[in-house]
């Protein structure tokens, strides 16, 4: 058997990243229904982003409902970075690693909006501090992977222009 052979397939490391990829979309649905409907649930935070009420603040709102659509559209993207990875499309590397930083991104966005929009909510936690490590770790270690990983891109080929070109040429 070829080392090239050898090397390709969801195999080695790429289980590891089978199961980021398999759970980054469970994870945010299980995050978004835990901490949603608690928010709802708080009549003094309901009371801070409902318009007309004595406590409404705007940029509060504003904060919120970029934070629904931004984790939203994380969840859209870590299912369609599954279908990649799973299809083994040769755009999975990329949009894995966009995935990641997407992320990154979207939640120092996210805490910053908070952290202006209401000083008084302590929103550099624990919890958040933890959520940043485990990003930025995960930036630190994926990238060179998928950079790098011989495995990735003898793994990663599937719907490539130069695929079409031997079929139809």
């Known amino acids: 058997m070829t080392d090239e052979l050898r090397l390709q397939g969801l195999r080695g490391w790429l289980i590891l990243v089978g199961i980021i990829v398999v759970m980054s ?8 229904a835990w901490t949603y409907p608690s ?7 309901v009371g801070l982003i409902t318009a007309g009420s004595e406590a409404y603040q705007p940029n509060l709102r504003t904060v919120f409902l970029s934070e629904v659509i931004l984790n939203l559209l994380l969840l859209a993207f870590s299912v369609w970075v599954a279908f990649l990875f799973f299809s083994k499309h040769y755009r999975f590397p990329g949009m894995f690693l966009a995935m990641i930083g997407f992320s990154l991104l979207s939640h120092i966005l996210v805490t910053w909006g908070y952290a202006v929009a209401a ?16 990003l930025i770790v995960a930036c630190l270690i994926w990238t060179p992977y998928m950079l ?8 990663f080929v599937r719907h490539r222009k130069a695929d079409y070109q031997l079929v139809t040429g």
């Open 25 to 32: 979309p469970l994870r945010s649905i299980v995050e978004m």
């Open 39 to 45: 928010m709802f649930r708080n009549d003094e935070f």
């Open 119 to 134: 000083p008084w909510i302590p929103v550099f936690d624990p919890e958040t501090l933890r959520a940043f490590f485990r």
């Open 148 to 155: 790098v990983s011989k495995r990735v891109k003898l793994t």
